[in-house]
């Protein structure tokens, strides 16, 4: 049996004659005609009535209806899957973040598809904003963009991952509050150093500070996450860090604590309406996975006892070491 002949059973079928299905097909009518016989042949039945030029399905042929429409499905989806593999196997994706996203949880998200496909480039690139980013990907110019949500753009679609969480991170050798959370109504002032191009995370930051009556002083507006960090741990300023990047302040001797409320931002992915490409689903797909593997070995550590920080960092070394 083979897979030509299933085709045009099934085309006489669908346009109710040979000579239909044979333009359907763009092939001749003996074409088709000697491939319904060889099938017939083969499975030693009759499909069809033949009154003169018109066939009519009979019951054998009824019940091959169905097997024969589940396998030349069941074709097309491994040739799709085939065809996706071939465009897995080069090419780029570009995907744009923003200052408000860490830089270095989308490069960790981005690490399993890397080394499942290391010969797709990625291509990742910070815009200043949610509305330059979102209009970007709305030109065509990033595939995916890592986003803080709500975002400016209705005719994107988004895809929520979660929330990020900020951490208070303070010079070394801060004294550690007896009490942790730490609540922010008791921080008093407190100087900080703020990333001038992560405007909307400054206002929410700001605006929750002012709620618990925190006059926060800005001692330095700097570009970068990492410029930030610096200045935390030369002893000039405080900072509010995403937990991944509060991780990697703790390890180089900051102090790091939870506050209450904690200050969180929702955030995920947003692209073009319309289906993406291979490469672009499975870099989603893999992302999220791997931040779903952070997050749920952080609640195994906080459920076994450890304060979130002391969570993540545990969750962190056990992703590095393959445990």
């Not at 499975?43 to 042929?61: I, M, P, Q, W, Y």
């Not at 010079?171 to 407190?190: F, I, M, R, Y």
């Not at 909307?200 to 009556?213: K, P, S, Y």
Request: hydrophobic share 45%.
């Amino acid at each position: 049996m083979e897979i030509r002949q299933l085709e045009y059973f099934l085309a006489v079928v669908e346009c109710d004659g040979v000579n239909r299905a044979a333009q359907h097909l763009h092939v001749a009518q003996a074409s088709i005609s000697q491939g319904i016989r060889q099938l017939e042949r083969e499975l030693k039945l009759e499909l069809f009535h033949r009154t003169g030029r018109n066939v009519v399905l009979n019951s054998a042929g009824r019940l091959l209806v169905q097997p024969a429409q589940r396998i030349l499905d069941e074709l097309l989806s491994t040739k799709d899957i085939m065809r996706g593999a071939l465009e897995m196997s080069v090419g780029s994706i570009a995907i744009g973040t923003m200052p408000e996203m860490s830089s270095e949880a989308v490069a960790a998200w981005s690490g399993s598809f890397a080394k499942q496909y290391p010969d797709i480039r990625i291509d990742m690139t910070e815009y200043a904003n949610v509305a330059e980013l979102c209009e970007e990907v709305h030109n065509g110019h990033c595939e995916i963009g890592f986003t803080t949500f709500p975002t400016p753009a209705d005719d994107l679609q988004e895809i929520p991952f979660g929330e990020q969480r900020l951490m208070l991170v303070m010079p070394p050798g801060t004294p550690l509050p007896d009490v942790q959370p730490v609540a922010l109504s008791g921080l008093g002032a407190l100087p900080l150093a703020v990333s001038n191009m992560a405007q909307r995370e400054n206002g929410i930051v700001t605006a929750i500070l002012a709620e618990h009556a925190i006059t926060g002083r800005i001692r330095a507006h700097v570009p970068t996450r990492h410029a930030q960090l610096a200045l935390v741990l030369n002893g000039s300023a405080s900072a509010f860090l995403p937990l991944r990047l509060a991780v990697l302040a703790k390890r180089l001797g900051a102090v790091a604590v939870e506050t209450t409320p904690m200050i969180r931002t929702p955030f995920g992915i947003v692209h073009r309406a319309g289906s993406l490409n291979p490469a672009a689903e499975s870099f989603i797909r893999q992302s999220k996975a791997a931040l779903m593997q952070w997050v749920d070995l952080i609640q195994q550590n906080q459920n076994a006892g450890d304060q979130l920080l002391d969570a993540a960092m545990r969750a962190d070394k056990e992703l590095h070491s393959g445990s």
